[in-house]
């Protein structure tokens, strides 16, 4: 009896993930355990292992497929094994309700091929002179049969068309009005272009014809993460009122606190960042007015410190959430911040260490960058920017120059709550905690 | 106050000048020596005329091949010459008439630029929006003691041989020596080629310089490869063979083709800013030079050397100097070489590929699988190699050597420059029986390796 792989639930938002790769192919022969493929949701890549021994009957997406999570991507069984009964790729949802790229590649009897539903055309099957979409991506509109017709009898879908028929629905007159306007590409910029090649309005070749060399680089498939970054990220400074506050703070007592965690085997690995991460949850324990989360109007202080920290990886930004951090020691902040971080940078971080986070701290001073602009991570209320630090002049009582070790904090926080004189407050708070380091971090 | 002031009178030059006029612009050309330049007077088309008549001697030779017991004839070189003469002032007629329809100032003299927008031409100052300096090339003389010597001569100096020296050394086996070591050996001369480099027809796909230097070989041609000429004393030649001795050779006539320079001394670019040097002056693919409203095209661009470059060159840049975007895209010019057999390419040659690492498929054909290249080559043989992108099947290059293959160069040239891949352009259908069936057949190879 055939097994079937599902999409499996990667968390409790998760909805659907990216098939970013296929480690098995059609006749593979696997063991349990093995791993099927890599898949991909909004913040992490996890890979779906083999649920029992045997060989890969088929399997029922391609790479770069969107699939709904509890779908059947692929199925394993005994060598020879038909597969019709137990071949169900995928809830069979309604075409008009599904992205294009959501569903299942068309088995060898299907005659529908998979580029007129937008997605990557093959190339050897795209004719000379046809017409290629500026914009590569997958189409969503319901075709007539006459439309289905001339795009696979042309190899052509664009990634945006406007049906013109009943309920929008995109009739033959609509794609052949494309066909004739879009830029003519010579076949051989036609096979790069359905490959990702940026393609630009006009061309160098013969009557304006775009060539090979007129094309863009390809343009990478930016990754589910990248994606989740940008739209967060552009949600945060289209929904919030942001400003950032620049200050320092004495950085002597923390680099002598350092000096000495470093003798220790124990704690050497506790960094400076670590230490001033630990200054900012206590500070926030004093002023919780920023450890908030403002959405919908509504306005909800946490008691409870879930530190979000801006970790880079190999896939872009991540931030783990240290959840309760305010019940951590140094040492215990430190080990789970790097736990966090070695798993996002490897890809195994769960969904939900990613989500959930109350005040969010990211550290560019060990780059040596002096001040920036920290970009709240909404519905949090603040952000708080860790620099480098820098030797700073100071007058001494005596009226005497000296130069401190100074360490500089950015704080961005959002106008809409919290106004300049309580965000200057905050940051006096974890000035003084960052000032009294020796105290706190030797109790 | 002119549109245009075009300096210089060969392909790229003529053809601006016309195009400019028809489009109803007001157009000055000025050249110094015979309208037509390099190409029409001392270039491409008295080599093909000596040619022509040196094939013709080579087939009375050959004629018993085909059936013909002909006496092999006398060359009569006076006769070669007028006639070549004949051909060149027909052809610069029509030049005349090109200029004169589209209602071109043609003015002789030396144009020297005094500004962005000057042009001073015996004493007389011109001014124009525009300037295309067109002024060509000449041949390089290559630092050789002796090269000065009475029997030695350059290739403008060639066409106007009345007589058929016995022995003649050839320094350079670029095309143009090449060309001149079939004419020479065709018409009965004994030929020795001299070359520094390990290879002839540099720049050719290396396939091609190994087998056309065979073919010249099997005709009497002797080649001296990896040498360099020390000097040169009355008839004798002395030289450096390939393992550095010093070697002689005697010849009645020494012919200098080591390549041309660009001809951009005392025309005042100095003076207007003009960015060059002795290897040209650099322009874009619009046919600008550093200097707005100064224009340049063909061998004084120092880069293709081709009468075709040169014209194509000029219309780009007189459509972008009246307002129609154009741009020359020089990854599709065909080029030949008019020895026996020819040499005909386009696109880029292995060795390009290889070093630019782009994957590449290779076909190579026999020139035997065209009928008409048998019917045609009693005792020839040739091959065509198609280079095709490995991934897309993009037509990349396409080499050829056999007769005729100047012919049909261009339908590759096509190919490229539509950027067709393999699997459709094997659909085109050739005629038959042609030579250029040889390039339809490789295309099907190719097609064919694609599906294996």
New interface residues.
């Given amino acids: 009896m055939a097994t079937t792989v599902q999409m499996p639930k990667l968390g409790n938002t998760v909805e659907e993930c990216l098939l970013t790769a296929w480690l098995k192919h059609k006749g593979d022969a696997v063991a349990a355990g093995d791993i099927l493929a890599e898949v991909e949701t909004d913040k992490a890549s996890f890979e779906v292992p083999a649920p029992a021994d045997g060989i890969v009957l088929d399997t029922f997406f391609d790479e770069g497929a969107v699939v709904p999570v509890f779908t059947s991507i692929c199925v394993i069984g005994a060598a020879g094994e038909t597969i019709d009964e137990t071949l169900t790729p995928g809830p069979p949802p309604a075409v008009d309700s599904l992205t294009a790229s959501a569903r299942p590649r068309p088995t060898d009897s299907a005659g529908w091929p998979a580029q007129a539903l937008g997605q990557v055309p093959d ?2 099957a795209r ?2 002179g046809t017409v290629i979409p500026a914009r590569p991506g997958a189409g969503r509109a319901a075709l007539s049969p006459r439309a289905r017709r001339f795009a696979r009898e042309h190899d052509f879908m664009p990634p945006e068309v406007t049906g013109s028929g009943p309920g929008g629905r995109v009739v033959e007159a609509d794609l052949r009005a494309l066909f004739g306007t879009l830029p003519r590409l ?4 036609g ?2 272009a359905s490959e990702g090649a940026v393609v630009p309005p006009d061309g ?3 009557g304006g ?1 775009i ?3 007129d094309l863009g680089a390809p343009a990478a498939r930016i990754s589910a993460v990248r994606q989740r970054i940008a739209e967060r990220l552009r949600d945060s400074l289209g929904s919030t009122a942001q400003y950032t506050l620049n200050s320092s703070a004495n950085a002597g007592g923390l680099l002598a606190v350092r000096r000495a965690l470093k003798s220790d085997p124990q704690t050497a690995g506790i960094t400076i960042g670590d230490l001033v991460i630990f200054c900012t949850i206590r500070a926030l324990g004093q002023a919780p007015g920023l450890n908030a989360e403002f959405t919908g109007g509504i306005l909800c202080q946490h008691s409870a410190i879930h530190l979000a920290f801006a970790c880079d990886t190999d896939r872009g930004l991540m931030v783990p959430v240290v959840r309760d951090s305010q019940r951590l020691s140094l040492a215990e902040l430190s080990l789970r911040m790097r736990e966090l971080a070695e798993q996002a940078a490897a890809g195994t971080i769960g969904p939900d260490d990613l989500t959930g986070g109350t005040f969010t701290v990211s550290n560019l001073g060990s780059l040596g960058i002096e001040s920036f602009t920290p970009v709240l991570n909404p519905p949090q209320v603040a952000i708080l920017g860790i620099d480098t630090i820098g030797l700073k002049p100071v007058r001494k009582p005596d009226g005497n120059i000296e130069f401190i070790d100074s360490i500089g904090l950015s704080l961005t926080v959002d106008h809409q709550i919290i106004d300049g004189v309580p965000a200057a407050r905050f940051l006096n708070v974890v000035r003084h905690e960052i000032e009294n380091a020796p105290q706190l971090c030797t109790t | 106050m002119y549109d245009l002031i075009v300096i210089g009178s060969g392909p790229g030059g003529y053809e601006a000048a016309a195009h400019a006029g028809r489009l109803g612009k007001k157009v000055a050309l000025v050249e110094e020596g015979r309208i037509g330049g390099t190409c029409l007077n001392v270039g491409c088309i008295p080599a093909k005329a000596f040619l022509r008549s040196s094939r013709l001697c080579r087939e009375l030779r050959e004629g018993a091949c085909y059936g013909i017991q002909a006496n092999p004839g006398k060359l009569d070189m006076v006769a070669v010459v007028e006639r070549k003469n004949r051909i060149v002032a027909t052809l610069a007629r029509g030049v005349d008439e090109l200029l004169a329809d589209a209602q071109v100032a043609v003015i002789n003299g030396r144009a020297r630029l005094t500004g962005r927008d000057q042009v001073e031409v015996g004493g007389e100052r011109l001014q124009a929006a525009n300037i295309l300096i067109a002024t060509g090339s000449r041949p390089a003389v290559p630092a050789i003691p002796g090269i000065g010597s009475g029997n030695v001569i350059d290739s403008t100096a060639a066409f106007e041989l009345t007589e058929i020296p016995a022995r003649v050394a050839i320094v350079g086996a670029g095309y143009i020596g090449l060309e001149f070591a079939t004419f020479f050996t065709d018409v009965g001369a004994e030929v020795a080629v001299f070359e520094v480099l390990p290879q002839v027809a540099a720049g050719c796909d290396r396939d091609v310089g190994d087998r056309l230097r065979q073919s010249l070989q099997r005709c009497g041609v002797t080649f001296h490869l990896s040498c360099r000429v020390l000097g040169i004393d009355g008839r004798q030649l002395s030289y450096a063979d390939s393992s550095g001795q010093r070697q002689t050779c005697s010849a009645d006539l020494i012919l200098h083709a080591t390549g041309r320079m660009p001809v951009v001394d005392d025309l005042g670019l100095e003076r207007a800013g003009v960015d060059f040097s002795a290897g040209g002056i650099p322009i874009t693919e619009r046919g600008r030079t550093n200097v707005p409203g100064i224009w340049a095209c063909g061998d004084v661009t120092g880069t293709h050397m081709l009468a075709h470059v040169a014209t194509r060159e000029a219309v780009v840049a007189v459509n972008n100097m009246f307002g129609k975007p154009d741009r020359i895209r020089y990854d599709a010019i065909p080029a030949v070489i008019y020895t026996h057999p020819e040499a005909a390419s386009v696109g880029r040659t292995e060795q390009e590929l290889r070093d630019a690492g782009i994957g590449y498929d290779r076909t190579v054909v026999p020139m035997g699988v065209a009928g008409r290249f048998l019917i045609e080559n009693e005792a020839g043989s040739g091959f065509l190699k198609l280079l095709t992108g490995a991934r897309y099947g993009e037509i990349l290059g396409v080499h050829a050597v056999a007769d005729l293959s100047s012919e049909f160069i261009v339908a590759a040239a096509a190919l490229i420059e539509a950027e067709l891949c393999v699997r459709h352009a094997a659909e085109i259908v050739f005629p038959h029986p042609t030579v250029a069936e040889a390039l339809g057949e490789a295309l099907r190879r190719a097609q064919q390796g694609r599906q294996s």
């Fill in positions: 190339i050897e004719p000379a010579s076949e051989a910029a096979a790069r160098s070749g013969i014809m060539r090979a060399a």
